[in-house]
């Protein structure tokens, strides 16, 4: 039975020439099917693209409208400032996939409720239909909201109360749906609601049909307001590794996921010590039975309004460090997957959305997988971090950036600040290794020791302008020569991690000589754009 309804009958062979998609083989004596993938084996690639963009984490990029967080009108002005004044051809956001509908919210964008929606915090509230209308008073509610950028620290909880307020002012009176009822964690619900195919899920949902209506809504007025940012820039949003395992997308798909194992990483060069993520895996041989359908939901729901799917630590499809609960991190073990089939479905969904994807593989690399991965069109990152070739020598099919939301800033590195942030958050930083890398940027650039920061920001973007990679990506923090990293890997509370706002307005950043400097230098690599987004 292929994909759009035809019917084959096949003896001791496939057809050579059967489509690409998702097909099923029944046996003729009525036993259970079998999902056929047929892939085309290689992520689409456009011709001549040699292109730029900002590496955005949407929260921290807040204009004087924004109500404390960043939100998707203020993606679509940066979309189109970086397109028509910087002659940016993409932009690369961070995860903004939705967290639970309660107090308090998740503040990493990297551990989701659910992969398959948006978080409703980065709605433009006065873009929502109906906010204009005679005898809606949002006032109040801008007032308040507004009032949240007055502090650098992002407060999640007091936007997510403040947005609630102002979009169930916009809807109707009602009650809550499950997570809102019973709050935080499936697992502690009572037994009748821990799982979503039971009687009585279906009767507490047909009960509140107006609020399940209302997060309908929520996601649609999300998906609105993300393609009018898409229609201003391509966009290539991160796919997290994982889910919250108290969240919804673990509530969906408990039977396929190790609920008592959490994913993690062994010690590396630049993170000295073991780290736990808290992401429930999932089971291979369970996934496989699957048809491996959560994974290939998550992925298309990653190419909606997007260019391309950034996938985070891209080794995971070959492998994941499984630490089992109550086991030091540094005791965990790597367990394998079927990564011939994942890529498989990874480049069908690419070819049918005519998207890039790119895999983060930065950390411990099995042998053998930059190659499996290149073979399959996956874009693979070159930090100047950690090459020692100069970015002239970067394969074609990377992304060449000078640092990540991981890893110092250029700032940072430069003045030392990151490094002593390291120290006095107790995490044993490898300071040879950091000083090696600052000595690298010295000779690469050109620069005396005492070179000022401006200057040593806009030489280092130098370096990546001139690789023959596909895309370069600058961080919005180099372009305010911020210092902090917006995450420190192996802090929780120690560090606000995900949680700092830019230290200028939108409205500054498009003033400021610094990002125009590094658009001027990035923007001649440009000669082909991206065209119209998956839908």
């Not at 456009?46 to 929260?59: N, S």
């Not at 407060?155 to 109707?172: C, G, N, P, Q, V």
């Not at 609920?259 to 062994?266: I, M, Q, S």
């Not at 020598?393 to 942030?421: K, N």
Request: hydrophobic share 45%; with cysteine.
């Amino acid at each position: 039975m292929l994909e759009d309804g035809t019917v084959l009958r096949v003896d001791a062979a496939l057809p050579s020439d059967l489509p690409f998609g998702y097909h099923e083989l029944r046996p003729l004596d009525g036993g259970a099917g079998i999902r056929l993938i047929v892939s085309p084996g290689r992520c689409y690639r456009p011709d001549a693209l040699r292109t730029w963009g900002w590496a955005v984490h949407l929260y921290a990029l807040r204009s004087v409208a924004s109500w404390g967080i960043g939100d998707l009108v203020d993606l679509r002005r940066l979309a189109r400032w970086s397109a028509t004044q910087l002659n940016a051809g993409i932009l690369l956001v961070n995860p903004l996939y939705a967290a639970s509908p309660i107090v308090p919210q998740q503040p990493s964008p990297y551990c989701p409720s659910s992969r398959l929606y948006r978080n409703p915090l980065y709605l433009r509230i006065e873009e929502v239909p109906g906010a204009a209308e005679v005898g809606v008073d949002l006032e109040d509610f801008a007032v308040a909201g507004r009032a949240l950028n007055q502090e650098r620290r992002i407060d999640r909880d007091a936007i997510f109360r403040s947005k609630m307020a102002a979009l169930e002012h916009l809807w109707a009176r009602f009650r809550g749906a499950l997570a809102e009822h019973h709050g935080h964690g499936w697992r502690r619900w009572p037994v009748e609601h821990r799982r979503p195919d039971t009687p009585a899920v279906a009767c507490f949902a047909a009960e509140r049909i107006e609020r399940v209506r209302f997060h309908q809504w929520l996601q649609w007025l999300l998906d609105v307001q993300l393609a009018q940012a898409a229609a201003e820039l391509p966009l290539m949003l991160d796919l997290p590794i994982g889910v919250d395992p108290d969240g919804a997308d673990a509530w969906a798909w408990q039977d396929v996921l190790a609920l008592d194992v959490t994913r993690g990483a062994p010690p590396e060069e630049y993170n000295t010590l073991s780290q736990d993520w808290g992401l429930p895996p999932f089971v291979p041989h369970q996934l496989r039975a699957t048809g491996y359908e959560p994974f290939r939901q998550t992925l298309r729901a990653s190419l909606r309004r997007a260019r391309g799917p950034r996938i985070d630590h891209v080794m995971g499809l070959f492998r994941l460090f499984w630490i089992p609960q109550g086991v030091d991190t540094s005791q965990g073990a790597y367990v394998r997957y079927p990564a011939d089939e994942l890529l498989a479905i990874v480049a069908l969904e690419s070819q049918r959305a005519g998207a890039l994807v790119v895999g983060e593989d930065l950390g411990t690399v099995a042998k053998g997988v930059p190659e499996q991965l290149a073979s399959h069109h996956v874009l693979l990152y070159r930090l100047l971090w950690f090459e020692t070739e100069t970015p002239s020598h970067y394969p074609e099919l990377a992304l060449a950036a000078v640092t990540t939301h991981d890893l110092p800033m250029i700032a940072g590195l430069w003045s030392g600040a990151d490094l002593r942030t390291q120290h006095a958050l107790g995490l044993h930083p490898n300071e040879a290794g950091l000083q090696e890398i600052r000595a690298r940027l010295q000779t690469m650039t050109g620069l005396p020791e005492t070179a000022e920061i401006r200057e040593v920001i806009v030489r280092a973007h130098r370096l990546p302008a001139e690789a023959p990679s596909l895309v370069v990506a600058a961080t919005l923090e180099d372009a305010l020569a911020v210092e902090d990293r917006p995450n420190v890997p192996n802090t929780t509370t120690e560090w606000p991690n995900c949680a700092l706002a830019l230290p200028a307005s939108l409205e500054l950043l498009e003033r400021h000589p610094l990002p125009r400097e590094i658009g001027a230098v990035l923007g001649r690599r440009r000669h082909h754009r991206l065209g119209t987004p998956g839908q």
